[in-house]
């Protein structure tokens, strides 16, 4: 499964769309999410934001073994997609050990 995490762009085809931090980690709880593209800004910050699901799959990673998927970071914020892109690089360096 593709998962596209995004509150305003089209969704490309054969991507499964979440709006939510908490809907994405649920997918990727069943261990069948092979890629995940993730924006940062998601329209309101109380509810999360895309960082908050790289903060998970690396807890993840460190505590239970987690195998991560494919992850792909598609937002307009700089900053925090150069943030994001150091947590996904992070756990795949975790990843390898």
């Known amino acids: 499964m593709k998962v596209y995490l995004d509150d305003e762009r089209a969704t490309p085809e ?11 980690i649920e997918l990727l709880r069943t261990g069948m999410v092979e ?15 895309g960082d908050d699901v790289v903060k998970w799959i690396e807890e993840q990673v ?10 792909r970071v598609h937002s307009a914020n700089i900053s925090a997609r150069t943030k ?14």
Do not use: N
Not at 62 to 71: H, I, L, S, Y
Not at 85 to 97: D, H, M, T, V
């Open 84 to 97: 994001m892109e150091l947590g996904i690089r992070s756990i795949e360096r975790l990843a390898k050990r």
């Open 35 to 49: 890629v995940i593209s993730l924006d940062h800004d998601l329209g309101d910050d109380d509810r999360g934001t």
């Open 62 to 71: 460190v505590t239970a073994g987690f195998v991560p998927p494919e992850m």
């Open 14 to 24: 054969g991507w499964h769309r979440v709006y939510w931090p908490e809907d994405a």
